[in-house]
């Protein structure tokens, strides 16, 4: 006789689900840290992974924006994508999820006052007041009523798993866990369960092939060529202009005066009586940068490669130009687009600042050699259907023109298949891909059997992630 299913009054005890899951969607990254609702189209947090260190503390939010004496900035990611400071991002999480998204709750009532009677005579007439049986009742923890489903990069090691259901079920008593790759996630946004997912962030750009929902370890490929590298960049065709761009973090500037293009600038910066940290410094600089690379840096789209007659055409063309915070502003034509040429032509790249080998781009650390070797990676037969269902995710591939070099890099290196990109065509989708998978994923009932439940963990402890989330 075969087995009859359970009604939906009873659950199995191994198992969390039901209708109304609140579940929570953590999506960290070494430039910035995504938290929100799952079932919600954006995430509702978005801040950087950075927090500020003074005085012995720990500063989460806009604190961190204010420059002050002894502040240092720190992040608890190392450029990798992977955690390197657990109590850091322990208390950085606990900002997002228990501060910040998670309601107020009520002061217990053992606890609160409104239990406690008057004081008595000596004749004992009065109110009796409560025991103190219950002094050593634990107290719910922060988010024992949400499920959390976490993002990790697919590099990611079997330690920083564990470590990661760890916190969630025995600091914070979630009733369920889920952790999940995020090319993954990325595909399953982009409604695709098989995919080539190129993801271009800020620390890493990484190409890997999903098949059927789960990841092809041999096809992941990563290398270091993605937004700060871009920074890099730029910092260093700023340094070989003439003269020599100054970079002056908008903090700084008091006042200013519009001047002509190429004219130096006329501002009056701000006088601090304490030291400014570099650390600081960097991270306003970098958004500067970050300006700049949005309304001017461009992707040469073909046809060909940019160096060569490509070049001299582009002279002759309208550039763009761009304000610094100082005031002074310049026009940009070519250098816009060498910026961004050794993302796929390491011939094409600026030497980095200072000289020497780091930062240098290698052949294999190109887009196109990336793609090349994760397909080689992957039986011949799947490579057909991965060519034809590529996911563009991450802010880098925001950059004008980066999904047509891609789509003319795909034709060329594989003329006989065909190539279709998927690429989200609101830059919010763009960038939260991953976290908006996982929102996507929570709010199925499917997937509700699928959430490791405390009671699992319980049972099997830590090591229970690396059995259930392949």
């Known amino acids: 006789m075969a087995q009859q299913p359970l009604s939906s009054s009873v659950q199995p005890t191994d198992m969390y689900g039901g209708d109304e899951v609140s579940a929570l969607v953590l999506d960290p990254g070494y430039c910035n840290t995504r938290a929100g609702y799952g079932g919600e189209e954006l995430p509702k947090l978005v801040v950087p992974s950075s927090y500020g260190h003074v005085d012995g503390h720990d500063l989460f939010g806009n604190p961190i924006l204010t420059p002050r004496a002894g502040f240092e900035r720190r992040n608890y990611m190392n450029r990798d994508g992977l955690v390197e400071d657990w109590d850091a991002a322990t208390r950085m999480w606990e900002y997002l999820l228990v501060k910040q998204l998670s309601p107020p709750r009520p002061t217990p009532a053992i606890r609160n006052g409104l239990n406690d009677g008057p004081k008595t005579n000596d004749g004992g007439d009065g109110d009796v007041t409560m025991g103190e049986g219950n002094e050593n009742e634990q107290e719910e923890k922060p988010l024992a009523e949400n499920p959390l489903l976490m993002t990790e990069a697919p590099w990611n090691t079997t330690k920083n798993r564990e470590k990661s259901i760890q916190i969630a079920m025995e600091n914070w008593g979630v009733p369920a866990f889920w952790l999940n790759r995020s090319p993954v996630l990325a595909a399953f946004a982009a409604g695709k369960s098989t ?16 098949h059927d929902g789960m990841v092809l370890k041999r096809s992941i490929q990563r290398s270091p060529i993605a937004g700060l590298w871009l920074s890099g960049q730029i910092r260093s065709m700023w340094d070989s202009q003439d003269p020599k761009v100054e970079l ?16 130096p600038a006329e501002a009056r910066l701000r006088n601090f009586d304490f030291v400014i940290p570099e650390s600081f410094r960097a991270f306003e600089e970098e958004r500067v940068i970050t300006e700049f690379k949005e309304s001017v840096v461009e992707v040469w789209r073909g046809p060909g490669r940019y160096q060569g007659p490509n070049e001299d055409y582009v002279k002759t063309q309208v550039g763009r130009v761009f304000e610094m915070p100082d005031g002074s502003n310049q026009m940009w034509r070519e250098q816009r687009y060498k910026v961004a040429e050794g993302m796929w032509d390491e011939t094409a790249a600026y030497p980095p600042l200072g000289g020497g080998e780091e930062g240098r781009v290698a ?21 057909a259907n991965l060519v034809g269902n590529v996911i563009v995710t991450g802010s880098t591939t925001l950059l004008n023109g980066f999904n047509d070099r891609l789509n003319l890099e795909l034709t060329t290196m594989y003329p006989g298949l065909k190539v279709k990109i998927h690429a989200a065509g609101f830059s919010s989708e763009r960038r939260y891909g991953a976290w908006i998978g996982g929102s996507i994923l929570t709010s199925l009932g499917t997937f509700h059997q699928m959430w490791i439940s405390k009671s699992e963990y319980d049972e099997n402890g830590p090591n229970i992630v690396e059995k259930r989330c392949k």
Not at 195 to 210: E, K, T
Not at 254 to 259: A, G, L, M, S
């Open 363 to 383: 052949k294999s650390q190109t887009i196109p050699a990336l793609i090349k070797a994760s397909l080689e990676g992957v039986d011949a037969d799947l490579r």
């Open 195 to 210: 995919a080539l997912v190129v993801d271009v962030g800020g620390a890493n750009a990484s190409v890997v092939a999903v």
């Open 248 to 263: 002056v973090p908008r903090f700084m500037v008091e006042n200013k005066k519009p001047v002509e293009a190429g004219a």
